[in-house]
């Protein structure tokens, strides 16, 4: 089956520490993106990844570190400088291009305790 | 102003109803046009995209007015099922595949 993986689905952290988030994909796309939801927000974008080894920030980098080594890996850092980490983060990808849909994975809810 | 906006609700609506979510945006520009749905504490999901002539998938229609910038999604025939937030999702002019997700409008459907 092709699709988006992400792990854990539940995260806990205590404050001060970072974290990576998992995101794997088998749909051979070349582009790949982290999203962050808060309650009765639209996703925000965090990062994105057109292709291996090169990425850009999105609308709110700031404390997050991405690294994208393989076409399938696509793994976000959250670190003890992100003000406000709890919330649900979203991986997804996409064929490049300006019109083509993008599909998410399962999520990951990270809960700094 | 946000680049897309929508009706929060929640909607409450009986089986066998009509509804119709709305959503503006603010990028005159903007390329392409989705209805994303997403159930509670899951991924968003594509519903369908939204096409310049209008679009009809089933009990689903979308329809884009791109003088006023607005996007419109009616579904007929409400589903307990339909139950979800559906989220308004606009590609903006650009040189790569962002998207930009309204925050949603929940839909209640009851017996």
């Known amino acids: 089956d092709g699709g988006i993986t992400q792990s854990p689905k539940y995260l806990f952290r205590k404050e001060g520490q970072n974290v990576t988030l998992s995101c794997e994909q088998n749909?051979?796309?070349?582009?790949m993106y982290w999203y962050r939801q808060d309650p009765g927000q639209g996703l925000r974008l965090i990062y994105y990844?057109?292709?291996?080894?090169?990425?850009q920030k999105g609308d709110i980098a700031e404390g997050y570190s991405v690294s994208r080594e393989k076409k399938e890996s696509f793994p976000l850092t959250v670190t003890s400088a992100q003000k406000n980490p709890t919330a649900f983060y979203l991986c997804?990808?996409?064929?490049?291009?300006?019109?083509?849909?993008?599909?998410f994975g399962p999520g990951t809810r990270l809960t700094v305790l | 102003r946000k680049e897309v906006e929508q009706d929060p609700g929640p909607f409450n609506v009986p089986e066998g109803a009509t509804v119709a979510f709305n959503c503006t945006y603010s990028n005159s520009a903007s390329q392409s046009f989705f209805w994303y749905r997403q159930d509670c504490r899951k991924e968003p999901k594509l519903l369908m995209s939204v096409y310049s002539s209008g679009n009809e998938d089933g009990r689903f229609t979308a329809q884009l007015n791109r003088a006023s910038q607005y996007i419109s999604l009616l579904i007929r025939d409400s589903k307990l099922s339909d139950s979800a937030t559906y989220l308004c999702v606009v590609n903006p002019a650009g040189g790569y595949n962002k998207l930009i997700f309204g925050a949603g409008t929940r839909l209640a459907v009851h017996p």
């Open positions: 997804a990808s996409s064929i490049v291009g300006s019109t083509d849909t993008q599909y």
């Open positions: 990844s057109q292709i291996v080894n090169d990425f």
């Open positions: 749909l051979n796309h070349d582009a």
